[in-house]
């Protein structure tokens, strides 16, 4: 699921970080590193201060915090993980980077939003009207501008991410085997939208309790069932999937109603990924 090769490109790009002063000092939580949830705020006190955008997390981890959810990994997450290991199978959640065939070494030019990948907190912004003039990233500490300039800010790069490391439990829920499992079809190239009633479900099917089957600093995984559909398809077909016109270019995902963004606050997870090519889910 995490491509370190990425995470390597992303830093030869960034290195000429810059400092960008924000003024967050006043409103972000008391944080208290013996008792990290200490002071922390509902779903429905969000945000800390109302002038913050809509239900955004600014200052939760402190006012110059570039990791975000990430925090919910803390050692002794790490620790517990551990203590769960039962058969020490490892798992690949990597798809493939295919060189060409015929060749002894691989020189590999890459758009690195190709293949599997892992969004760092300036990939999307928060924006009132969609444009750019209304851009805020993260703590309100960089601007579109930052990002976009050339030797610009490496400030909430995808860096801070592989420099703390990620490492904890992961669960799978997998809601394309449920739905197999009832004989019900989909179709992961629409905008088939998958609720938290639904992975409530899954998790059940799982033998897992839907009330407590997370952790803090977990890692959450959904099996939307794209790559099996997309493997099937022939290359062809696969290289002009992304370019159906209008409404048809849609992908299967997790719908995003105030209820799932709840869902997730709540399990304080540390990181949602999926097998489709958005996850549709804002931070
Ligand atoms: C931090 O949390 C610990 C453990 O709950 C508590 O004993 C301590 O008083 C707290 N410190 C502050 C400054 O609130
Ligand atoms: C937790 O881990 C970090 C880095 O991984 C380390 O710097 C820190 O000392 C650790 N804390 C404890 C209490 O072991
Ligand atoms: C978006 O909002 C900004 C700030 O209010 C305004 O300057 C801009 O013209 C708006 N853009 C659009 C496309 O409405
Ligand atoms: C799903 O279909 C298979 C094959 O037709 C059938 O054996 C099975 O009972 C069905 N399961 C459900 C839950 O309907
Ligand atoms: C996608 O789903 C919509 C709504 O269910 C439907 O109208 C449309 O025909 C579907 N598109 C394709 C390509 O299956």
């Known amino acids: 699921m995490i491509a370190l ?28 590193d013996s008792d990290i949830y200490a002071n922390w ?12 955008p ?22 002794v997450t790490i620790l517990e993980a551990k203590s769960e290991i039962k058969l020490g199978r490892t798992f690949n959640l990597n798809l493939d980077l295919s060189p060409f065939a ?7 030019t890459l758009n690195t939003q190709i293949s599997t990948q ?54 799978l829920l997998d809601w394309a085997g449920w739905m197999d499992s009832k004989n019900a079809s989909f179709d992961a190239f629409n905008a088939t939208t998958i609720s938290t009633v639904e992975l409530d479900g899954v998790a059940t099917w799982q033998r897992l309790d839907p009330g407590s089957f997370s952790k803090p600093g977990d890692f959450l995984v959904v099996r939307t069932g ?14 002009v ?15 995003t109603p105030d209820a799932t963004l709840r869902w997730l606050w709540d399990k304080k997870l540390a990181l949602v990924g999926a097998t489709s090519p958005r996850l549709n889910l804002c931070r």
């Open 102 to 108: 015929g060749y002894q070494d691989d020189i590999i």
């Open 41 to 52: 705020p509902t779903y429905d006190q969000l945000p800390l201060p109302p002038s913050f």
């Open 241 to 255: 999937l992304p370019f159906r016109p209008g409404d048809d270019a849609q992908f299967i995902g997790i719908e």
């Open 5 to 32: 090769g990425t995470f390597a490109l992303f830093a030869a790009v960034l290195t000429n970080a810059r400092p960008v002063p924000h003024p967050l000092t006043l409103v972000s939580r008391a944080l208290n």
């Open 226 to 239: 794209f790559t099996k559909q997309y493997r099937a398809l022939s290359l062809q077909a696969q290289e």
């Open 54 to 75: 809509t239900k955004a997390a600014w200052g939760v981890w402190g006012a110059d915090d570039e990791l975000g959810a990430l925090n919910h990994i803390r050692n």
């Open 118 to 171: 892992f969004d760092g907190l300036r990939h999307f912004p928060y924006s009132t009207n969609s444009s750019q003039s209304t851009y805020q990233f993260y703590n309100d500490l960089i601007k579109f501008d930052d990002i976009m300039a050339p030797g610009g800010s490496a400030t909430l790069g995808i860096q801070n991410a592989a420099q703390k490391g990620i490492a904890g439990r992961g669960i």
